[in-house]
């Protein structure tokens, strides 16, 4: 098998363009010339700063998980002083290290920004970062911060990720895949460009694979006992969103699971939803964590015995449970401009006032949702989602769409985004020249 390497190209480019800023910026303030690489846990920021230290010169790293300081010091020491450097305290090492440096181009990148020791190392390196603008810190953290003026964001790797990756495979088996894995690097690096995507589904519900071991691993660093907060991933991945629905499933008390949720919650596995009723909704917030519950989770027997026959559940399951709601959720994020509303998507944070869901089907026996906002003093929005993977959008289609927004409001005045797997008729191309209002997405455009 050939382990698939997805390219940060997007990242890479960014943090170049932002480094030669700070270099040729006038000598302010550390932290406002520092670099900061955030993102969610398991997206990949520690490998991207990995493979920036192997291959940008200047560039360090340094971790301080599960560490004393004498072993920090001592790390740090063997990894990035001379033989014979004898140092006690941070105050010596940054001193060290930047003599040696002699104002060379450096930056050295913290992890661990929360712990104590990381902290002392920062102050330490501090008074240095102020000399000439050569020598700068960055931090790695899950979140971004305002006050840091040069930040990088690593995420799961996108739809469009895939699709630039797989290029062999089809559109809706690329999205497939992505729903499986949930852009998650440690499952992508399972994923063979060689093979066809049977093979890669067959590769990634192996019993042993990272598929199926990556979800615990990450429950295990959070709570004691992971198992008692499976049944609870298994209902929502189920479709029981309430909290009584999951208690009843699950066996638990109310206030039980209540407090399972609120933990799943604070640990980024769960997120609540208030749709206007008195009582919350509660989802997965990766469509990974949705497929193993439902395709690996107490399913051993299946993945080792019968093989062959899980496999074939899976790709009769997968399109309806995972892939066709990944991909409209990668739609929604690409309207809220990405995670951090940095991608250049329409923005859409207001509450809407209106809000209609009008299925669309075509002669062909696709379907597709349009959904209608309307907010105090705004123009009207309109996003078009396919509800199948086979989806793809021609005259007719469109036509369809156009007949369906005419009827609730003036076309002129609104923003209209049609969403596809596909890319669109030369016909649908023209139209969308022809209207500003509206917009025609692609899969390859779905970054986030």
Known sequence: MIEMEFT???????????????????????????????????????????????????????????????????????LYLPEDAIVSNWEEAAKAFTVLRNHRRTLL??????????????????????????????????????????????????????????????????????????????????????????????????????????????????????????????????????????????????NKCGKYLEALIEADFVRAEHDGGTYAKYYLTSSYYVAWARYAYLCSTEQIARPEEHLQFVLSDLDEAIAVPAFQKACLRFLNGGEEGDAGGKQKNKKPEIHRSIPIEFSDGNAAVLDYNEAQGCDPEIYVFPQTLTTRFTKAELQKIFKAVEEICEPPNLYLAVFSLERFSDWCVHESAKREYLHEVTMDRLRF
Request: aromatic fraction near 12%; include cysteine; charged fraction near 25%.
């Open 109 to 254: 990148i913290f992890e661990d920004e929360l712990q104590e020791l990381q902290q002392e190392c920062k102050q330490a390196f501090a008074p240095y970062t102020r000399r000439k603008g050569l020598f700068r810190i960055g931090e790695i953290s899950r979140e971004k911060t305002p006050r840091y003026e040069f930040q990088i964001p690593i995420f799961n790797f996108s739809v469009a990720d895939f699709m630039e990756n797989l290029p062999s495979l089809s559109r809706p088996d690329i999205v497939r895949l992505y729903a499986l894995t949930g852009g998650f690097p440690a499952m992508v690096k399972d994923l063979d460009a060689q093979r066809s995507f049977e093979d890669n589904v067959r590769q990634l519900l192996a019993y042993d694979s990272a598929f199926s071991t990556y979800l615990p691993q990450r429950m295990r660093a959070y709570f004691r006992s992971p198992e008692s907060y499976y049944p609870l991933l298994r209902s929502m991945a189920s479709g029981r969103n309430r909290l009584s629905e999951m208690a009843k499933d699950a066996g638990f008390a109310n």
């Open 8 to 78: 940060r190209s997007r990242e890479l480019k960014l943090m170049e363009t932002m480094w030669e800023k700070i270099v040729h910026h006038t000598a302010r303030d550390g932290e406002t010339n520092s670099i900061k690489i955030y993102g969610p846990p398991g997206s990949g920021k520690t490998h991207f700063v990995q493979e920036l230290v192997r291959n940008q010169r200047g560039f360090y790293y340094m971790s301080f998980a599960g560490l004393t300081q004498e072993e920090a010091l001592r790390k740090f020491a063997r």
